[in-house]
Antibody
């Protein structure tokens, strides 16, 4: 059974705050699949944030987070990460770890972790 | 980025109703469209991909159609567990984008 378990969310002050999200994956060959982060602001729709290929060699970012967020993975630990720097109020959202079925079809989602950027 | 417009944004229906949700892309995306269901407080769940392929384990009352710019998700006979918000998503080009969602209410 595929499982994706996020952690690392919390409350951070705007401006210079940072957080690192983690996603522990199990139930599939982690290194064979691209992974993504998708976020959802309170009461709003879904927004793709970032994707990393299975090898970790290629990464992609939404314009809204480019230069501030870094996606990475450790295939030896079956873990996906999202380093978030210079957080803003607009980054407040539930962040979901997702697995690619193929292309950008997201067939498994974690339960989400809430990031709140507020003073 | 490709924009996806869903309609309606919300609808009221009864158990047993046939429900149709539309998704229009701002430019052609071939059949590179997926549909997700999200219940309150839960993560989205993949229902349909490649516009009309049913994800494993998803009930056959869900179906998808369309290509190019116009797509449809149909629930043939609405069940109590189907009351949720539905999102379309395109994966034809980067960045992948989602529609604004359609809330299906009782």
């Amino acid at each position: 059974e595929v499982q994706l378990l996020e952690s690392g969310g919390g409350l951070v002050q705007p401006g210079g705050g940072s957080l690192r999200l983690s996603c522990a994956a199990s139930g599939f060959t982690f290194s064979n699949y691209a992974m993504s982060w998708v976020r959802q602001a309170p009461g709003k729709g879904l927004e793709w944030v970032s994707t990393i290929t299975g090898s970790g060699y290629s990464t992609f970012y939404a314009d809204s987070v480019k230069g501030r967020f870094t996606i990475s993975r450790d295939n030896s630990k079956n873990t996906l990460y999202l380093q978030m720097n210079s957080l803003r109020a607009g980054d407040t959202a539930v962040y979901y770890c997702t697995k690619y079925k193929s292309r950008a079809i997201l067939d498994y989602w974690g339960q989400g972790t809430l990031v709140t950027v507020s003073s | 980025a490709i924009q996806l417009t869903q309609s309606p944004s919300s609808l009221s229906a009864s158990v047993g109703d046939r429900v149709t949700i539309a998704c229009r892309a701002s430019q052609g995306i071939s059949s590179a469209l997926a549909w997700y269901q999200q219940k309150p407080g839960k993560a989205p769940k993949l229902l349909i991909y490649d516009a009309s392929s049913l994800e494993s384990g998803v009930p056959s009352r869900f179906s998808g159609s369309g290509s190019g710019t116009d797509f449809t998700l149909t629930i043939s006979s609405l069940q109590p567990e189907d009351f949720a918000t539905y999102y379309c998503q395109q994966f034809n080009s980067s960045p992948p984008t989602f529609g604004g969602g359609t809330k299906v209410e009782i």
